[in-house]
């Protein structure tokens, strides 16, 4: 979903809102003080006779300069009605706007989790509940990052760093390259399938051995809207092409993460994901 025009990150309006609102105050102050004076010239030429002066005496100077204090002062509370009016309306759009990101978000989620729970339950009918209790956990850290950038986009390297955490040991695992922010919508997908990649090095890969390790690459392609990430594995067993057709597998397709090129090289399997960075 691409990111709403009007989803602020606080409840403070935007800069360019805040000098619409500001000029805009500015010209209404304008107005009241215009309009005071025009009204002042009015009465004494419509309804005073003999016309007063300003400068009559001190009685007269203090009369119109209360009147002008008195005029200022109502204009004053106006203004002041007038922006609360607006920053209540701001706050009530934006209370909606969350309200209805929230339901949006929560029926996403709840749409992989279940997603997630049959295609595990498939994959492995015996080892059902360890394996989808460690996939909903690396579901909550994409999350958890997700959240970070008010729900709307994540960074590549934070994403993939927390993918990998549980698996880390020391320096085996490795992230290199360019970063940049990826739209909600490519950040659950790109931490589900990073956190295949380290289940199946765990297995059967780079991470099963002592000296295995894992070189990730990233590039940002700003100019065609696009990142890569490249997934290498070495010092692990001989690589063989799988008899089956995993739930790995079948979360690397997501057509969000490329879908991925793997291929099943002997000195270690290699993985490519294409992301686009634009919503």
């Known amino acids: 979903k691409a ?41 004494n030429t419509l ?9 009559q005496d001190w009685h007269t100077a203090a009369t119109m300069t209360l009147f002008v204090l008195s005029c200022g002062l109502l204009v004053a509370i106006a203004q002041i009605l007038r922006v609360t009016v607006v920053q209540l309306q701001a706050a009530t759009d934006r209370a909606e706007y969350l309200n209805q990101e929230l339901l949006h978000r929560v029926r996403n989620s709840l749409t992989v989790v279940n997603a997630l729970a049959a295609m595990t339950f498939k ?11 460690k996939r909903m956990g690396a579901l909550a850290r994409g999350l958890d990052v997700l959240s970070l950038h008010d729900g709307q986009e994540c960074d590549l390297h934070a994403m993939i760093n927390q993918a990998c955490a549980p698996f880390a040991e020391g320096s085996r695992i490795t992230v290199t390259g360019s970063t940049g922010m990826l739209p909600s919508q490519a950040c659950i ?41 490249l997934w290498q594995e070495s010092g692990g067993p001989t690589v063989t092409l799988p008899e089956r057709r995993g739930l ?19 000195q270690g399997l290699r993985c490519e994901l294409r992301l686009k960075t634009a919503g």
């Open 3 to 43: 990111r709403a025009a009007a989803s602020p990150s606080d409840s403070r309006c935007a800069p360019a809102s805040c000098g619409a609102l500001r000029s805009r105050c500015g010209c209404c102050w304008r107005a009241g003080a215009m309009a005071i004076f025009v009204s002042m010239a009015l009465v």
């Open 47 to 55: 309804f005073m006779r003999p016309q007063v002066s300003v400068t």
């Open 123 to 133: 994959a492995e009918p015996v080892n059902f509940i360890p394996v989808f209790s």
């Open 189 to 229: 997908p790109l931490i589900l399938g990073i956190h295949e990649l380290c289940t199946n090095a765990v297995k059967y890969g780079a991470l099963s051995v002592v000296d295995g390790e894992i070189r990730i690459e990233t590039e940002w392609d700003s100019a065609n809207g696009a990142a890569s990430v």
């Open 248 to 266: 790995g597998s079948a979360l690397l397709a997501d057509p969000l993460l490329g879908p991925a090129t793997i291929a099943f090289e002997p």
